[in-house]
């Protein structure tokens, strides 16, 4: 969704209200979908010539779990805050903190999905207190207790164990 900043573009002190509804679309290797068009809600203000955006949102999105691998949805919050300044008004050793804008569109879906990606955790689980998969048998350990044998073994009896 490309948001026009032309009305605000040349006039110091003008906001632009952003009530808008993104459809994320998805890349390749991406660990998680969003499940439906993400609302955001925000501005845009024209600050001395460089347009400062500040919005939120929620994405309802399907996660897979880092220690059972089972597919669980979550809501993320995430807040997109951004500079832009015309390309033209950027000097040689500009702010890398602002985005040069080439004309006087954004892409609102780029944006949002970028928000998105640094709002995920790091460590993904469906609940605090997963327990994950059995290493011998791969059952998940949430559904019941697999009755793998999960003593430690002291490779010292490895000889041993052969033998049995």
Known sequence: ??????????????RL???ATVAVAMRDG??????????????????????ELQAEGEASVALSCDRC??????QIPFVIAERFKKEDAIGEDSNPDIIPLAGSVIDLAELTYDALVMALPSKILCREDCKGICANCGKNLNLGDCGCDTRPV???????????
């Not at 609302?39 to 845009?44: D, I, N, Q, T, Y």
């Not at 691998?69 to 979550?74: A, D, L, M, N, P």
């Not at 002291?154 to 049995?164: G, I, K, S, W, Y």
């Open 154 to 164: 002291d490779p010292r009896f490895d000889a041993l164990d052969q033998l049995l």
């Open 30 to 51: 991406d660990n998680f979908k969003v499940l439906a068009p993400v609302a955001v809600k925000g501005e845009v203000v024209n600050i001395g010539g460089s347009l």
């Open 69 to 74: 691998t089972e597919e669980f949805e979550s």
């Open 17 to 19: 209200a952003i009530d």
């Open 1 to 14: 969704m490309e948001l026009n900043l032309l009305p605000i573009l040349n006039c110091e002190g003008k």
